[in-house]
């Protein structure tokens, strides 16, 4: 099962070539695509600040793709402790990288940060 960081979601919203061609035939193959709240939460920030064109409609798209809301829970949020390494990063990725370990998740970010950390839920969305 996947995780979408919110780069990746807007690409696949967008079907931009972006998303490699190996993460397009995992996101389509796969039982359980994720989008976590924090995620959409983000979106929506960004999309208020003029820094991003999100959907208005993003729950209803995300449910017409059919992938799956993850909330966000206490235990995911204290899980960022697990990922010092990280602690000045963008916090709506950190929970992410929680969430993602917590709930045995893969993590389709391009993110080179998130990357380079080398944990094998991270994948590549670039491949």
């Known amino acids: ?3 979408l960081d ?5 690409w696949v919203l967008d079907d931009s070539p972006r998303l490699g061609r190996e993460t ?6 796969v039982d359980g695509v994720h989008v ?3 995620t ?3 979106l929506t920030i960004k999309s208020m600040l003029g820094k991003l064109s999100a959907p208005a409609d993003m729950s209803t798209r995300l449910v017409e ?6 909330s966000v829970t206490a235990e995911h949020a204290a899980a960022i402790r697990d990922f010092p390494e990280l602690a000045r990063h963008d916090p709506f990725d950190r929970l ?3 969430q993602a370990d917590r709930m045995g998740l893969r993590l389709v970010t391009a993110d080179r940060v998130l990357l380079k950390l080398e944990h094998d839920f991270i994948v590549d969305a670039t491949v």
Do not use: Y
């Open 24 to 29: 397009r035939g995992l996101i389509s193959s």
């Open 65 to 70: 793709q059919g992938f799956l809301p993850l």
């Open 96 to 98: 992410l990288v929680a």
């Open 40 to 42: 959409v939460w983000e």
């Open 6 to 10: 919110s780069q990746v979601l807007l």
């Open 36 to 38: 976590s709240a924090a």
């Open 1 to 3: 099962m996947l995780l």
